[in-house]
């Protein structure tokens, strides 16, 4: 059954870090663009990052540039959020989702498989 699963969520102070993790199961993960997406508290689910099946092009959400990195490893069918200087407002539910076509995707539609989430909370 393909499945993604996402791992990494937890608590941090504003000013840290965290690293989701996602693992895809049972279909060929290199084929497929990936994506970070989060629902805060009341708020619909918003973009957070892509990557490229080849892992060679990434895109961001303002909000989130220069503190957030995507990576993926092809050979092991992860794909990472490391999330440095957490603010506040980073608080939410994290989804990882896979996109068919292997490029890029900053809106939902494309995506046609995504994880449960898993919880990142910041506190101040």
């Known amino acids: 059954q393909v499945q993604l699963v996402e791992s990494g969520g937890g608590l941090a102070q504003a000013g840290g870090s965290l690293r989701l993790s996602c693992k895809a199961s049972g279909q060929s993960f290199s084929a497929y663009g990936m994506g970070w997406f989060r629902r805060a508290p009341g708020l619909e689910r918003e973009f957070v990052a892509t990557?490229?099946?080849?892992?060679?092009?990434?895109d961001y959400a303002d909000s989130v540039k220069g503190r957030f990195t995507i990576s993926r490893d092809n050979a092991k069918n992860m794909v990472y959020l490391q999330m440095n200087n957490l603010k506040t407002e980073d608080t939410a539910v994290y989804y990882c989702?896979?996109?068919?076509?292997?490029?890029?995707?900053?809106?939902?539609?494309?995506?046609?498989?995504w994880g449960q989430g898993t919880q990142v909370t910041v506190s101040s």
């Open positions: 989702a896979s996109a068919r076509g292997g490029g890029i995707a900053k809106t939902e539609s494309p995506y046609t498989l």
């Open positions: 990557i490229s099946f080849s892992g060679r092009t990434t």
